[in-house]
DNA sequence: TCTGGGGTCCTGCCGCAC
DNA sequence: TCTGGTGCGGCAGGACCC
């Protein structure tokens, strides 16, 4: 989808649209939070997601500033799941507002698919949104990428060479913020001088995993399957304070309450879960994790604050706390 | 002065069992 | 009894995704 959530917004009332939106947070620029999605008009100040609030707020003190409304958005979404399943059966969930659907069984040529698609999602939802057509996920995401908004784009194997190689490296899933500024240190830059690197110095620059998907990446090699269905390995809440903590009554206090809702997220989707574990963020954003497995699963919220605390007991607090969470990991069906 | 929240996967290290 | 290799679970941290 473009512009996921401002869209929705935008759609919902008419007068933010041709105007700078930027969901985020509580939707107070001078608040702790950053930009879940900014509309293509605040996009021209710079804003992009994931930057804080009030750096966004400095770029662009007139845009309108929302909080995220997660049920509204999770309500689109579905009706726009149902539209993909309903020419697809096939399909792979992305978040809230991707999806990738094999369509390589249906017997229509798959531009007419994707453009009755958006016309249909447009009737359901008001919303526009670009696909990418190509022989596998990796390509197709990057050619949905490639005309945003309202576009479509077919990449075919022989396109690779010529469209895909001149991209920068970032445009790789899996190639981060991170990735990126260690490939440039290699003076790799585009996609198409990484496929010249031989696997070997792929392997020992970036571990044997990483390496090889590199490797093939780069070269617009993915078999991956679909994934039609998977279940939750660990469920999380966590909470970054407005003003760094150093009550320890206050960091108890709210580490108990993210217990019982974690323990009321399994019990709701019918899970238990063994592993624990606890993550402190402190004031100068070192963050640190304490994790404790039990013989047993559980989803009572006595168990779950019981483990909680013995992994926080383990914490130095000299620290001024910024943020604080909890996750349960191995989880398995009740 | 700033840097959310909910996830997944990988790596390196350690202790333990065999 | 000591040493070493190997496999594995648990743990901590890091990178990445939406």
Redesign the pocket.
Known sequence: MDA?FAAVEQRRNPDLTGKPLVI??SGDPT??????TASYEARKFGIH??M????AYKLCPHAIFLP?DYQEYSRVSGKIKDVLREFCPIMQD?????AFLDISHIDKPAEAIANEIKIKIKQETGLTCSIGIAPNKLLA?IASDMQKPDGLTIITKNDIERRIWPLPV?K?????????A?LKEMGIETIGVLAALPMDRLIER??????RYLYEASRGIDESPLVTH???????????FEHDVSNWQVIARTLAE?TR?VAN?MKQAGYKG??V?VKV?F???????????LTVPTNTADETRTAAFD?LK?FELKKKV??I?V?M???EKV
Do not use: M, Q
């Open positions: 996921f985020g947070g608040r702790r939070g950053v930009v879940s997601s994931a804080p609030l009030r750096t995220v992305v978040g809230i507002d991707e995401k970032r790789l899933w899996g190639v981060g913020p991170k990735t990126e260690h970036f571990g044997n995993s990483y390496g998977w279940e939750p390995k660990s469920t999380s809440r966590e909470i970054t993210l809702e997220d063994r592993t574990t963020r004031s100068d954003f070192e963050t640190h994790t304490r994790a404790k497995t992994c383990r910024r943020l969470g996750k990991g191995g989880l």
